[in-house]
């Protein structure tokens, strides 16, 4: 087993102070250290765009390609077109590195890992042998998976904060020719690909956010699958943030060559905190011709309390371009989590015959905002996209659905089919719509349509008068509204998402 | 087993009187069926007794096995054992028929204080229970009612009746769309249903119905409360008289 | 405020002062005056659009907001009756902006009471304040609008219509252009009194460049049917402000017909502040060549059980731009609302463009809210279909395009004139294929 277990990052403490030492004296509190976390300075300067560069043992350009990023990050300004409302962000009141000392050495067995941190992973259905892999547990590829499908494997990378604690089944993958690592790992191992891919489908100058995270990512996944490989597994890639005023800026890079296949899962948790805190990541993805990508997402960060304090505001950048011909990406999302969420996972369909496809559920409850959807820019001819958006509207929550399908005038005998649904429960919440539709040529064509209702009354009452309370009925009822979205999530993350719709309304009836 | 007295029902969004003064009494092991003209208040009935939003009560009382059913949410009413099979039963899109029926044996299950039922064993019992009642696999992987058509939607009601075991069964026109083979394939599952610690109400407009499932009283009801109560042979008597004469001597 | 927006709205303003530079307020009395200065206020608040603002992003505005208009020729109609030419109507004229008494019928009515703004703007109290420039500041909180504000401040000529009954027939404004330099402003109001009804008919280009609002008030329980037809001209410009509230039990109907126009935004507000309303905006535009037509359509639910219904349906080629822009809002409390939203067009060759953002926002639970949005092509199917029975490809695509926007001419009530204008329809594609 011992290949495939853990890869933990070793410790560079000592260096680090060292580091800060030599920036110079403005960095008077030195690292923040106490039992669990080890942290950069709060605040960002260019000092700290280097340390995390510095941290990450990156090479000059990596180093500079951060700093033109966070130049330019000084030039741009926030946002705010879209329909959420949040206090003002001090973005220098925010620690842009931090990690997780226990994950210094490998730990010995499960005891040694953050239970809560085990107890997400349960969570969110990753059996327990994964668990175990993960944790880096001996023997514990030996032990037979749970469930009866065990020839179904994920392989995945945790990212614990700002950084990636673990890969499994490296060996299996590199079998394979999939290289499945951190994305830092990535920067010095495989330079030539990173620098060939990075920024070239979400550029450091995208937006605010974006540029926020090409400046200081520390951490992120790195997948590329070679040409005509078919990934042996799933991969998959866990992201927590533990540490408080911490801001996550994962960066995740995938690279699907001609003919590849990958099914990426994704899953977000944070602790409950009083404040707010931030997360800005951005997801790329290349897909050249005849390549097809899977990128499944349960978003399940901290939402904040019923009053609306704390949560996570997750501003997101993941765009996946279809680069080949006949190149094919479908984005799954299940949002039910963060307190505000800024969020368009969006597809460029470049090479002809491209195809691209978004599903989405999001659910707002109490106090939560959600802007999100997806952008469709066709460009290449005979292209398709289609778009399920199921947005769910509890409490006094939000919950927009903003989404773009571009038919550019070299897109001929395109196709677009947008469905979004909107279901409101209570009469404090809002179910918001707002899309944009541009069609430069005549033979592509568009069809979008939108629906707003409740809750149907004849359905609750003959769930109720078959025993169901009404929790359990608006759950079901959902679940079913969401169906077409959860069909085509993984059989891994179907489950755990339909549990998380009951979860997530909890307190909305009644 | 159901004791309705003096019940008075109106409908909230009209101020209309539905029910005015209802009494009757289903005792345990016996099959009621109450017969009445369009309009009489049959339907209000079922709907009240299994708890639907928008009627009132201004008087009278509802009880089950001596427990107040109109103090009880519908869903609390169904554990207790009362079950309404639906004249128009409701489509749910997206939700599975089995997923449906699962849910709601282990909700009731659970409010009782017993055990859910595994995946397994539910597998197994209602893979028994649709074969008696001819509903294929299809139809229970199906989301519920949805593009059922009229006997199938019917046929799935008395599926979910023989699931949940109830004490006290309401049918409300259940025979309403159905041909003659699938009245009687209903009636056959009904009949099966039937024992000595069961109740079952047969609300219908017709006597048909009542040549498969035979009542021990049947009840004629008109403007709101029971007019005449009698044997099979009431029936009998109204489809070949019509209700009018009744309703002239009440 | 962010760097970013300061700049911008400088620009705006920057904007602003060159279109007014050397326009004065209009002399009026006091009602007027008070209503004029409030518009100018805001609209020197708000500046004049750019391309960066959100709703003028499918359309630039730089034709209105230039300080002289492009000059239009004046288009020759031929021997072409103009539209509503045979209806038995109220006929009221204006020439490039300007009352015409000598073409107008006399505008006294049984049930209506008519005045000029010019005359009405002279006396210190009259029954249009609280609607003039009132309805129109109610329709600037979802979006800025501000060339109505313009208007509102601006405009010295228009009617005011006061509806107490039944009218016996309907009333036209008829807008004609003589001079090709001609920058008109116009200003309607028309008020319904509880339970009346009427037709109000409008046609014609009115100038090169035209700036018009209507305002209209329909009180609990009274019917509005309004029917225009923007006329062939190629080069005119316009915006166009409809401005309505309405209360319960009332009905609001609008149908707009549009060939053609270099420019031509109509924006719709209304607010539906009563229970049981209903309102249909319905439109049918057909662009050919260098014609750009946008259709901006707000609608505030604000009362209970109202239903609102939008058609629209764009037929565009050789250059043509379409769009379509608007929301559904349904305010906290608005239950049993009934929305219904739905644009579409057909793209005859590559050049023409459709662009659209069709918006719901919702805050109350207990509606039913729908929008769809289409673009294609003709169906080549249907047009073989066709021609395979012996009809020749032109009247065969003309028939598929009547038949493409015969949704939105279903939303005229009244019979004779949903004939009326697929009649005009159909003349003028005859025309256009020569």
Request: net charge negative.
């Amino acid at each position: 087993m011992a290949d495939d277990t853990m890869v933990a990052k070793e410790g560079v403490e000592q260096e680090t102070v060292d580091a800060v030492k030599s920036l110079g004296d403005k960095y008077k509190y030195g690292w923040e250290t106490d039992i669990e976390m080890e942290y950069a300075p709060k605040g960002l300067t260019e000092d700290i765009v280097r340390l995390i560069s510095q941290k990450n043992d990156e090479p000059e350009w990596m180093t500079e390609w951060r700093l033109s990023a966070y130049r330019r990050w000084l030039q741009m300004e926030e946002p705010d077109w879209a329909m959420v409302d949040y206090p003002e962000i001090n973005f220098q009141d925010q620690y842009y590195y931090a990690r997780p000392k226990s994950m210094e050495t490998k730990p010995k067995s499960l005891d040694e890992v953050d239970p809560k941190l085990l107890a997400t992973y349960e969570k969110l259905g990753i059996p327990l042998k994964e668990q175990m892999i993960l944790a880096g547990v001996e023997g514990a590829d030996e032990v037979p998976a749970d469930g009866n499908n065990s020839d179904r494997k994920v392989a995945v990378d945790a990212v614990f904060d700002s950084v990636s604690v673990g890969t499994t089944f490296k060996k299996e993958l590199e079998q394979a020719g999939v290289i499945f690592c951190s994305i830092s790992e990535a920067i010095r191992e495989h330079p030539e690909l990173v620098k060939k891919y990075l920024g070239s489908v979400v550029p450091p100058t995208d937006n605010f956010y974006a540029t926020l995270n090409s400046a200081v990512f520390s951490d992120g996944s790195f997948v590329y699958i070679p040409p005509g490989v078919r990934c042996p597994m799933e991969l998959s890639t866990y992201f927590r943030i533990n540490a408080e005023n911490t801001g996550q800026f994962e960066r995740t890079l995938i690279i699907a060559d001609k003919e590849a296949y990958v099914s990426y899962l994704e899953g977000c948790t944070a602790p409950q905190r009083d404040t707010a805190q931030l997360h800005a990541a951005v997801v790329e993805i290349v897909i050249l011709d005849d390549a097809e990508v899977k990128y499944s997402t349960v978003q399940n960060w901290y939402p904040g309390d019923e009053e609306g304090r704390g949560g996570i505001y997750n501003f997101v950048t993941k765009r996946a371009d279809c680069r080949g011909d006949r190149s094919k990406v479908m984005w799954t999302q299940v949002e039910t989590g963060s307190a505000v969420t800024w969020k368009y996972p969006s597809c460029v369909l470049r090479g002809d015959e491209s195809q691209g496809e978004f599903y989405s559920i999001a659910i707002t409850n109490n106090m939560q905002q959600a802007d999100t959807g997806t952008k469709m820019t066709h460009l290449g001819k005979n292209t398709r996209s289609r778009i399920v958006s199921k947005g769910i509207s509890a409490g006094k929550s939000n919950n927009t659905y903003r989404g773009l399908v571009s038919m550019h005038p070299k897109a001929t005998n395109s196709r677009n089919y947008t469905q979004c649904d909107s279901l409101l429960i209570g009469d404090q919440c809002g179910a918001h719509t707002v899309p944009y539709i541009e069609v430069k040529n005549p033979s592509s064509r568009v069809e979008h349509e939108a629906t707003t209702s409740k809750v149907d009354d004849d359905q609750m009452f003959y769930c109720r008068q078959r025993g169901m309370d009404e929790e359990e009925a608006v759950a079901l009822i959902v679940n079913g509204f969401a169906k077409e979205v959860l069909q085509a999530l993984p059989m891994e993350f179907a489950m755990e998402a339909q549990q998380l719709v009951a979860i997530s309304l909890e307190g909305s009836v009644g | 087993m159901l004791k309705i007295e003096n019940l008075h029902v109106k409908l909230e969004a009209e101020d209309k009187q539905i029910l005015k003064g209802l009494s009757l009494e289903v005792p345990a092991g016996e099959v009621h069926a109450i017969m009445g003209p369009n309009g009489s208040g049959k339907s209000t009935l079922s709907y009240v007794l299994s708890g639907k939003d928008g009627y009132e009560v201004t008087d009278g009382t509802a009880t089950l096995e001596g427990n107040d059913l109109l103090e009880l949410e519908a869903e609390e009413r169904a554990a207790a054992g009362l079950f309404l099979a639906f004249q128009y039963p409701v489509e749910i899109p997206g939700v599975g028929n089995m997923t449906f029926l699962r849910t709601a044996v282990n909700a009731q299950r659970k409010a009782r204080g017993e055990e859910e039922m595994s995946a397994a064993e539910f597998l197994k019992v209602i893979r028994a229970k649709a074969k008696d009642l001819k509903i294929d696999a299809d139809m229970l992987k199906r989301p519920v009612n949805v593009g059922f058509s009229g006997g199938e939607k019917k046929r799935n009601e008395i599926l979910q009746m023989a699931m949940l075991e109830p004490k006290m069964c309401i049918l409300d026109e259940t025979d309403s769309g159905l041909d003659v083979d699938a009245m009687k394939l209903v009636s056959d599952g009904v009949n099966a249903l039937r024992d000595e610690n069961r109740g079952f109400l047969v609300i219908t407009h017709y006597q048909r119905l009542l040549d498969h499932i035979v009542p021990d009283v049947v009840h004629i009801m008109a403007n709101g409360k029971i007019i005449k109560s009698g044997g099979a042979d009431l029936a009998l008597e109204v489809e070949k008289n019509g209700y009018a004469d009744l309703l002239e001597t009440a | 405020m962010a760097v970013a927006k300061e700049k911008l709205l400088a620009r705006k303003r920057d904007a602003l002062a060159a279109r007014l530079d050397g326009l004065t307020l209009p002399e009026g009395g006091a009602w007027i005056t008070e209503a004029r200065k409030s518009a100018l206020t805001r609209l020197e608040a708000m500046g004049l659009p750019t391309g960066r603002d959100e709703y003028w992003r499918f359309t630039k505005p730089d034709l209105l907001n230039a300080a002289t208009p492009e000059p239009a020729v004046v288009f020759d109609h031929g021997g072409e009756i103009p539209v509503f030419g045979q209806v038995d109507r109220l006929k009221i004229v204006f020439v490039d902006g300007v009352f015409d008494p000598e073409q107008s019928d006399d505008l006294t009515m049984e049930g209506v009471e008519i005045d000029r703004l010019e005359d009405a703007a002279k006396t210190d109290i009259h029954w249009a304040k609280g609607i003039y420039g009132t309805i129109e500041l109610a329709g600037q909180t979802p979006v800025e609008r501000p060339f109505a504000a313009l208007n509102t401040a601006f405009a010295t000529d228009g009617v005011l219509i006061r509806v107490t009954g039944k009218v016996s027939k309907p009333i036209s404004l008829m807008y004609q252009h003589a001079d090709e330099c001609s920058d008109a402003i116009l200003h309607n109001v028309v008020k319904l009194e509880p339970g009346a009804e009427m037709t109000l008919l409008e046609n014609g280009p009115a100038a090169a460049r035209f700036n018009k609002c209507l305002e209209v008030e329909v009180a609990d329980g009274a019917r509005f049917h309004h029917i225009r037809a923007q006329g062939r001209d190629h080069e005119r410009q316009a915006f166009t402000g409809i401005f309505v509230r309405q209360g319960a039990e009332s009905l609001f109907k609008s149908f707009t017909l549009t060939a053609n126009g270099r420019l031509t935004r109509n924006e719709t507000f209304i607010e539906m502040k009563g229970n049981d309303a209903s309102a249909h905006i319905a439109g049918a535009a057909l662009g050919h060549g260098d014609f750009h037509h946008d259709d901006t359509v707000f609608i505030t639910h604000d009362a209970e059980n109202c239903e609102s219904r939008q058609v629209f349906k764009k037929v565009l080629q050789k250059g043509a731009v379409g769009t379509f822009q608007g929301k559904i809002l349904v305010k906290r409390g608005a239950q049993k609302t009934d929305g219904y939203q739905k644009s579409q067009s057909l793209l005859l060759d590559d050049d023409a463009q459709f662009l659209a953002k069709p918006e719901l926002e919702i805050y109350a639970d207990d509606v039913a809210c729908s929008h769809g949005s289409t673009s294609g092509a003709i169906d080549e199917d249907m047009l073989f279909y066709l021609r395979a029975r012996g009809v020749d490809k032109g009247t065969a695509m003309d028939l598929l395009v009547i038949a493409f926007v015969a949704e939105a001419i279903e939303e005229i009530e009244d019979e004779s004139f949903r004939e009326e204008i697929t009649e005009r329809l159909e003349s003028w594609l005859l025309r256009r294929r020569g």
